[in-house]
């Protein structure tokens, strides 16, 4: 069998290359959309009425599994009413959905009419709180609200770069991946495609609070589509 060819450095030009352009063809795409503030308002302080409700009852709360400081509420499977169909929520359930919906046409390029909200739950991370990197399966899109946020002292979201795997390939630790973050404010939706992997690191003040959810178009067209009805 014939040696591989290598090219070494003698058998190259010695002057230096020129770089024409790097061109990025798969970026991740996050949506941003803000809050009107007489709503953001009233929504975070239904929030912190929510948690002073509902802290000790199990059925509506539960600490996260990676034992930090980190509450989630109403993100039970068995919950007879869901979070948007708590009172007062009725505003920013239809805005979610008009931002998803925005989103799904203008910044991806599909088409969509209307959309299925398929959970939704509140996120209350107090100081030494974090979320592993993580991504959500059964979902198309996926998106953050941030309720109560100081840029000062709470962990930004944090998205890592894509993993993008084919055969052969050389496998890189995932803590050697490249992420970046994204500091918003109160009342700012984030919205990304749910494969993408998100978390954040260390927190380092209490009432780090946003409401998460997953989306899924009402209709998914093409020769093998169907409709979604939520019961």
Not at 121 to 148: E, L, M
Not at 195 to 224: A, C, M
Request: charged residues 20%; aromatic residues 12%.
């Amino acid at each position: 069998m014939a040696p591989p060819f290598i090219i070494s450095h003698q058998d190259s030009d010695s002057q230096m290359v020129e770089r024409s352009d790097v061109f990025e063809i798969f970026p991740v795409k996050i949506g941003s959309y803000i809050f009107p503030h007489e709503h953001k308002t009233r929504l975070k302080h239904l929030c912190f009425d929510i948690f002073d409700k509902y802290k000790n009852n199990k059925e509506y709360s539960r600490q996260n599994a990676n034992g930090r400081p980190l509450t989630h509420y109403f993100d039970q499977e068995n919950l007879v009413s869901p979070l948007l169909d708590y009172p007062g929520f009725e505003t920013f359930n239809s805005w979610i959905k008009r931002c998803s919906i925005d989103y799904i046409n203008n910044t991806l390029g599909y088409e969509c009419d209307n959309v299925v909200i398929t959970s939704c739950w509140i996120n209350d991370c107090s100081k030494g709180g974090s979320q592993p990197p993580h991504n959500h399966a059964n979902s198309v899109i996926s998106g953050t609200y941030f309720v109560n946020f100081t840029p000062e002292i709470h962990a930004p979201l944090t998205f890592s770069k894509p993993n993008i795997e084919g055969k052969p390939y050389l496998s890189i630790d995932r803590d050697a991946m490249i992420a970046a973050h994204i500091e918003p404010c109160d009342g700012t939706l984030l919205l990304w495609e749910s494969h993408h992997r998100h978390g954040y690191d260390l927190n380092h003040g209490d009432k780090r609070i946003s409401i998460s959810f997953n989306v899924i178009p009402e209709t998914l067209p093409g020769v093998y589509g169907f409709k979604l009805i939520k019961r």
